[in-house]
């Protein structure tokens, strides 16, 4: 697999321990940019604090220069509000980056197989807001 780490503190490299991919490092988001538009690559790993309020839009050019690679953000104590707005912009994940190396072989495997990564409070908070937005769709046809 390969993956690509945006992060220009070098909070992931520091924490990042695998031997079962091949691993590319970026500190500057353009090169990165650039690079993703570029290369195929299958993971990205986006730290938060690159671009902390400006990560949803990050994330979403990310996701439009690569739509087939998964983006998973890693954080340090991120508010779940931030969380679901990076998974809404098309993260397929969220890791603390204190558990990074404990958790980046298993990232990586459901990654692998399609899955998201992301907690089981988070994925009720997404299944709430596509209920929402079903519901208020469903109330615009009535009106209609």
Request: negative net charge.
């Amino acid at each position: 697999m390969k993956i690509f780490v945006i992060d220009n503190a070098g909070d992931i490299s520091a924490n990042m321990f695998t031997n079962t991919a091949s691993v590319v490092f970026f500190s500057d988001e353009v090169l990165a940019l650039n690079a993703v538009e570029e290369q195929q690559v299958q993971l990205i790993l986006l730290n938060y604090a690159m671009q902390n309020e400006l990560t949803v839009d990050y994330i979403r050019s990310l996701v439009t220069a690569a739509p087939a690679a998964s983006l998973v953000v890693v954080g340090h104590g991120n508010s779940e509000q931030d969380v679901f707005r990076c998974l809404l912009a098309g993260a397929k994940g969220y890791q603390e980056i204190q558990t990074l190396a404990v958790y980046m072989d298993r990232l990586i495997s459901a990654i692998d197989r399609s899955e998201a990564w992301v907690s089981r409070r988070m994925v009720t908070k997404l299944l709430d807001a596509i209920r929402l937005q079903q519901e208020s769709l469903n109330f615009e046809a009535v009106d209609s």
